[in-house]
């Protein structure tokens, strides 16, 4: 399993289940199937939207069911 941190990259947790892209276009986040989008940290792309990452790694962590750090 794949484990979420802000330096995970969108592309790769989209690969593992792309049922969470509901959490990235809840926070703005609508062009994921953007190859540069893709590539992407969280962090990187919470920065490009005005988003807290913290708020969507706990999103994405919930989703998964990882623990929180």
Not at 40 to 67: I, M, S, W
């Amino acid at each position: 399993m794949l484990e979420i941190t802000k330096d995970t990259i969108i592309g790769d947790i989209l690969d593992v289940d792309f049922g969470c892209a509901p959490l990235f276009l809840e926070m703005g986040m609508h062009c994921l199937g953007c190859p540069s989008s893709r590539g992407e940290t969280v962090a990187e792309a919470c920065a490009v939207h005005g988003n807290d990452p913290d708020e969507l790694v706990g999103k994405l962590r919930a989703y998964f069911g990882q623990n929180a750090d």
